[in-house]
């Protein structure tokens, strides 16, 4: 059983950044940010391989370059960092861990645990 608890969202100007945080109770060996917006799918924005530390990235142009995933092991938290912020990355950002075999970390069926949700909204 993993229990995840994310932190630092809040409102920001569209330009800013922010840093959000996700603690982990257990071991997993996989961890991953996605975000959710109204009305559309959870989409995989970060992920990370917790014992190697590599990160992972979707493909996607616009969200290229502007988020960074990492991780303390120490304190079993993994931190996204958000930059130059756009209204179109208002949504609630979600935690994941423990990713399934043969899944794609992309999609929300590769993870077994899921934490509450924190909201980022970005204004123009």
């Known amino acids: 059983q993993v229990h995840l608890v994310e932190s630092g969202g809040g409102s920001v100007q569209t330009g800013g950044s922010l840093r959000l945080s996700c603690e982990a109770s257990g071991s997993t060996n996989f961890m991953a940010w996605f975000r959710q917006a109204p009305g559309k799918e959870r989409e995989g924005v970060a992920g990370?391989?917790?014992?190697?530390?590599?990160?992972?990235?979707p493909d996607s142009i616009s969200m290229k370059g502007r988020f960074t995933i990492s991780q303390d092991q120490s304190k079993k938290t993994i931190y996204l960092e958000i930059a130059n912020l756009k209204p179109e990355d208002s949504a609630v950002y979600y935690c994941a861990a423990k990713l399934r075999m043969n899944i794609r970390w992309t999609q929300t069926s590769a993870f077994a645990y899921w934490g509450q949700g924190t909201q980022v909204t970005v204004s123009s």
């Open positions: 990370i391989d917790v014992g190697r530390g590599r990160p992972y990235y």
